[in-house]
């Protein structure tokens, strides 16, 4: 079993910056690609930013030079290190993992329970 949770989210006033976390914790012999996503109610859910077990990286063009994904494989954690923040930002930021489990050496694929970001002034 892997649970991963998520932090860092909140109120933020336009052109400002936040920075999320998601710690993966149980059963874990490797992760090999972390994902953000985000989703506004009624839209669908969108592809944020991606990096890889090798540290390759890709972003949605809306965030491209304002939002930075990296990864502590040591922590199991990934951040999103979010700039200038617009309003069109605001959703909920959901983080995903998919890699091996410890033991079975099984693939898993799970989720964060997500964390709200709301850009306003």
């Known amino acids: 079993q892997v649970q991963l949770v998520e932090s860092g989210g909140g109120l933020v006033q336009p052109g400002g910056s936040l920075r999320l976390s998601c710690v993966a914790s149980g059963s874990i012999f490797s992760i090999n690609a972390m994902r953000w996503y985000r989703q506004v109610p009624g839209k669908q859910r969108e592809l944020v930013a991606v990096?890889?077990?090798?540290?390759?990286?890709n972003y949605a063009d809306s965030v491209k030079g304002r939002f930075t994904i990296s990864r502590d494989n040591a922590k199991n954690t990934v951040y999103l290190q979010m700039n200038s923040l617009k309003p069109e930002d605001t959703a909920a930021y959901s983080c995903?993992?998919?890699?091996?489990?410890?033991?079975?050496?099984?693939?898993?694929?799970?989720w964060g329970q997500g964390t709200q970001v709301t850009v306003s002034s």
């Open positions: 995903n993992m998919i890699g091996i489990v410890a033991g079975t050496f099984s693939p898993f694929n799970y």
């Open positions: 990096i890889t077990n090798t540290g390759s990286t």
